[in-house]
Every structure is written in structure tokens, then in C-alpha cells.
């Protein structure tokens, strides 16, 4: 596992794994926040995402995740990808899952506080 891992390695490898700000349990998303390291860029460019999420950062709806974030949206971090599995399209005829961004998506919540 690389923890630096350059641009030719985040494009040659199968899976990426990230931290995750807060889970949307309705929606089955989870945010993840702009940071100086590149977890944007492997959570998008990977086969496959997994984000490690803890069981406390999960929220029920979208307005509890927005009461959440104000703070850190005050903060400054107001950028936030919000990953909801994998992407797909229809525009073309047939749907296709994965065309833009990881063909599957993982969580793992681990226990915590």
C-alpha cells in the first residue's frame, strides 16, 4: 500500500482507499472532504473506491448533513465530493455504470468514540 502514491501509480492501481467525512445513511453517500492530499484523485481514478468511515460521522438525511458541515464549511472546507457509488449514464442508449469515476465502491465503518 502506498501512502504518497505518485500519478502513474494512482492510474495503474485497482483500488483506492480513503477516509470519509460523513455518511448520508438515506442516500447511502459519503462526503468527501477537499484536503491537501490527493484522496480526490484516487477515490475518482481507481477500479475500485473503498472509504473507511466512522460509525459516528453517520447521519440520517441530507439536512443533518448539512447542520454537520456548516461548521467546517465555515471553517474554510467548503469543498466536498459527495460519493454515492459508482457513476452512470444513459445519454448514449444502454445504461452503463462506471464510465466516469470507479466501476464499484466500497464502505467500511468502523466503530469508534
Do not use: K, W
Amino acid at each position: 500500500m502506498e501512502t504518497d502514491p505518485s500519478p502513474a501509480a494512482i492510474e495503474a492501481a485497482e483500488t483506492g482507499v480513503t477516509p470519509a467525512g460523513l455518511g448520508v445513511a438515506n442516500y447511502g453517500t459519503v462526503t468527501l472532504p477537499a484536503s491537501e492530499e490527493p484522496r480526490e484523485i484516487i477515490s475518482l481514478y481507481c477500479t475500485r473506491h473503498v472509504a473507511v468511515l466512522a460509525e459516528s460521522d453517520i447521519v440520517a438525511d441530507m439536512p443533518a448533513a448539512y447542520d454537520r458541515l456548516a461548521g467546517e464549511f465555515q471553517a474554510g472546507t467548503d469543498t466536498q465530493i459527495l460519493a454515492t457509488g459508482p457513476s452512470s449514464t444513459a445519454d448514449m442508449g444502454e445504461l452503463l455504470e462506471g464510465v466516469h469515476g470507479p466501476h464499484e465502491t466500497h464502505l467500511v465503518v468502523v466503530t469508534d468514540r
